[in-house]
Structure formats: structure tokens, C-alpha cells
């Protein structure tokens, strides 16, 4: 593994099923993220973990949930898939929790809700 | 509430040099960044600046103004690679990162 990896790669998916999108890093870094990319808006973010053990809300959280077990992994879990959370999901990660570190991205799941 | 607005699409002309401007609202300021994005790929990063002035990486140099609430990121000798979206985002008083919608570069030979 270098870097993020995510999968899977894209899905469709019925509505009302469950589903987890996986993210896993090899860069060691405490904090994690996962935003959902729409046509016309910015990245927007759901969840975020500071270091394993701990997450926290972002802009979007409703319908999605996460757990951060470890360092490296970072699963996003929708319940009860709906419509309106067909999008790109991208999980990223950065080396600190504040501060100015950059995040790096996965190549992203392209998420179909049927 | 918190904003990030940069235009929708630009169009350049391949050697020439284009600037991408970036305006914010936000609920503190922690540092802005840039980021490419080419079409079906994740973002990468390209620039940060947390202090006034400009900050120069080859091609690429990226501009802020702190109490304007303004940045520009500056690209030279265009070349056609350089065609993608380019996102600014701005990590607030929480130190997450607000984002903007992209501006959409269209690179022509």
C-alpha cells in the first residue's frame, strides 16, 4: 500500500441497503477525513477522526457513521443507503489534527443510490 | 455563515498565464490552501499560505491578503497537463477546511 487506498472503486447500490466504504492509509497519520464531492458545490465533509479512538461531525454527517479502531482504517458506514447520497466520496488524511499539514486524498468512490 | 467563492470555469490559451482568484468568509482563518483536481481524480495539493504575500513553487505562485480575505493562485507557461478544476479552501477557527466549488480550467492550444 503508498498512501490511501479506498474501496471500492464505485457501487450501485439499492436504496435502503447497507453499505461501507472502506479507507485505509499506510502514512501513519492521526487525522482522518471523509468528504462527499457533488457537481457544483465544494468537497463537503461528513466525518473526521483526530486520532484513533475519537470522531467527530463535519458539515454533513446525517445518514453516515464511522469508527476509527486504528490508526490506519477509517470505514464509512451508511445504514439505509438513500438517493440523495449518490455521490464521490473521498477519504484523506493529514499528519496533525491542526496546524498547517496538507491532506491527501484517495482516488475516491464513486457511490450510485438506486 | 462561512463562503469560499472562486469563478465557475476559465478558459487560457496554452504558454500564456491565467490567475485564479479566491474570496472567503469564514469563522477564523487558519491558512489557505490550493489544490488541482483533474477530471475522475482525487485532489492533490498544490499550495498553502497562512501569511500575507506570495508564495512561489515554479510555474505555480499563490497569493493571499488576509484582511482583503482574498487569494489568487497564478499559473505560467500554460501548458495543456494544466487543464483541470482548482480548489481553494480556507481551515477555520476549528481547523477543518472549508471548501470552494472549483474553478474549472480549460486550457486551449
Known amino acids: 500500500i503508498a498512501g490511501i487506498t479506498q474501496a471500492p472503486t464505485s457501487q450501485i447500490l439499492a436504496a435502503g441497503r447497507r453499505m461501507t466504504l472502506r479507507c485505509t492509509q499506510d502514512?501513519?497519520?492521526?487525522?482522518m477525513y471523509w468528504y462527499r464531492q457533488d457537481l457544483g458545490l465544494g468537497l463537503r465533509l461528513i466525518h473526521y477522526?483526530?486520532?484513533?479512538?475519537?470522531?467527530g461531525k463535519g458539515e454533513v454527517p446525517d445518514g453516515y457513521s464511522v469508527s476509527r479502531a486504528n490508526t490506519d482504517d477509517f470505514p464509512l458506514t451508511l445504514a439505509s443507503a438513500v438517493p440523495s447520497q449518490t455521490s464521490v466520496y473521498f477519504c484523506?488524511?493529514?499528519?496533525?489534527?491542526?496546524?498547517?499539514?496538507?491532506?491527501?486524498f484517495g482516488p475516491g468512490t464513486r457511490l450510485t443510490v438506486l | 455563515g462561512q463562503n469560499i467563492d472562486q469563478p465557475t470555469e476559465m478558459t487560457a490559451t496554452e504558454g500564456a498565464i491565467v490567475q485564479i482568484n479566491c474570496t472567503y468568509q469564514?469563522?477564523?482563518?487558519?491558512?489557505l490552501f490550493w489544490y488541482q483536481q483533474h477530471a475522475g481524480e482525487a485532489p492533490t495539493f498544490l499550495s498553502y499560505?497562512?501569511l500575507d504575500g506570495l508564495e512561489e513553487k515554479g510555474r505555480f505562485s499563490s497569493f493571499l491578503s488576509r484582511s482583503k480575505g482574498y487569494s489568487y493562485l497564478l499559473l505560467k507557461e500554460l501548458q495543456m497537463k494544466d487543464s483541470a478544476s482548482y480548489l481553494c479552501?480556507?481551515?477555520?477557527?476549528?481547523?477543518?477546511?472549508?471548501w470552494g466549488a472549483g474553478t474549472k480550467l480549460i486550457i486551449k492550444p
Open positions: 484523506a488524511s493529514s499528519g496533525e489534527g491542526s496546524g498547517h499539514n496538507e491532506q491527501f
Open positions: 502514512m501513519r497519520h492521526n487525522a
Open positions: 477522526s483526530n486520532t484513533a479512538g475519537t470522531t
Open positions: 469564514t469563522s477564523g482563518f487558519n491558512g
Open positions: 499560505n497562512v
Open positions: 479552501a480556507v481551515k477555520d477557527s476549528n481547523y477543518q477546511l472549508i
